[in-house]
């Protein structure tokens, strides 16, 4: 809803680093965050971020370039268990909605 | 994540009513029902901050949400439909800025 993209499916080997792209293109925008979602579970929060620049959460980072409507999340040292959706969602101002993305699969191969 | 309950787990309806229950243990101000359709995202349906009603998205009367207290919430279906075949998650966060929520599992609803 309002604009937020993100890939299908994106794959990636254990060991390695995973990059999952969302871009937006909203009427406002007050903050963005990253949600992992396992197959049949809740979404889980990861990260939120309102400023320009990478945050740097050890396991997880985050990037945002709001005059790009831009942001990304960076998985390092992947295991197996990383493998699931990755779902990004925009926080509208004045509106309290989050819209989320559709989510990017992420399969992490050995 | 115990801090937040929903029940049923699972439920399987025909015309029937039925009433979905969440509890948040956390202290929080805002708690929310989204809607999960398969292979899609989340999708807001209510919003209560301070038991206030304070976003009604667009969805059908046969949806009504009620907050008893400010830890408690309910949805109560009547007569569903089989579009309405999804999870249904209970979330609250601090404040209604959306800046981290917290799900509960999800109730499973499947509509003969």
């Known amino acids: 809803g309002q604009g937020v993209e993100q890939p299908d499916n994106l794959m990636s080997v254990e060991g390695t680093f995973a990059r999952v792209n969302c871009t937006y293109s909203?009427?406002?925008?007050?903050?963005l965050s990253w949600y992992q979602q396992r197959e049949g579970h809740a979404p889980v929060f990861l990260s939120y971020?309102?400023?320009?620049g990478l945050k740097d959460s050890g396991h997880f980072s985050t990037f945002l370039s709001r005059s790009n409507g831009y942001s990304y999340l960076l998985l390092t040292e992947l295991q197996i268990k990383d493998s699931a959706s990755y779902l990004c969602?925009?926080?509208?101002?004045?509106?309290?909605?989050?819209?989320f993305g559709s989510g990017t699969k992420l399969t992490v191969e050995p | 994540n115990t801090k937040i309950t929903q029940s049923p787990r699972y439920l399987i309806l025909g015309r029937a009513n039925k009433s979905l229950e969440c509890e948040q243990h956390?202290?929080?101000?805002?708690m929310y029902w989204y809607k999960q359709s398969a292979e899609k995202p989340p999708e807001l349906m209510f919003l209560?901050?301070?038991?206030?009603?304070?976003r009604n998205e667009t969805v059908p009367s046969r949806f009504i949400p009620e907050c008893p207290d400010s830890s408690k919430l309910l949805l109560h279906i009547s007569a569903v439909d089989p579009e309405d075949s999804a999870v249904y998650f209970c979330?609250?966060?601090?404040?209604?800025?959306?800046?981290?929520?917290?799900f509960g599992h999800g109730t499973k609803l499947s509509v003969l």
């Open positions: 209560y901050n301070l038991k206030q009603l304070i």
């Open positions: 956390l202290g929080h101000n805002a």
């Open positions: 971020v309102v400023l320009d």
């Open positions: 909203t009427s406002g925008f007050n903050g």
């Open positions: 979330a609250s966060s601090l404040t209604d800025s959306n800046e981290r929520l917290f």
């Open positions: 969602a925009v926080s509208m101002p004045n509106y309290n909605v989050l819209y």
